[in-house]
């Protein structure tokens, strides 16, 4: 099975809000990408999320699994 972490980046100088996506393989694999925060989606982090998943999983969509424990994100699985 494969978890989706997400993550809330707060906005800096230069850069506007983000989210992470990631999938931890092993110490030395990280899958990530990180994209825009987009303020009129539904659920940006399901969008990043879904952004992974079609870049290493092409075809596949994310279910909400739960939210992260520190309550900056959101952990999403690859549906069948």
């Keep these: 099975m494969i978890a989706i972490h997400t993550k809330y980046l707060s906005p800096t100088n230069t850069r506007g ?3 992470k996506a990631s999938v931890y393989r092993s110490r030395d694999v990280t899958f ?3 994209v825009g925060y987009d ?3 539904d659920d940006p982090f399901e969008l990043a999320a879904q952004a992974l998943a079609e870049k290493h999983w092409p075809g596949k969509n994310v279910r909400y699994v739960g ?3 520190d309550g900056n994100g959101n952990v999403f699985t690859l549906e069948g």
């Design 17 to 19: 809000a983000r989210v």
């Design 32 to 34: 990530s990408v990180t």
């Design 39 to 41: 303020h009129a989606a």
């Design 67 to 69: 939210a992260t424990l």
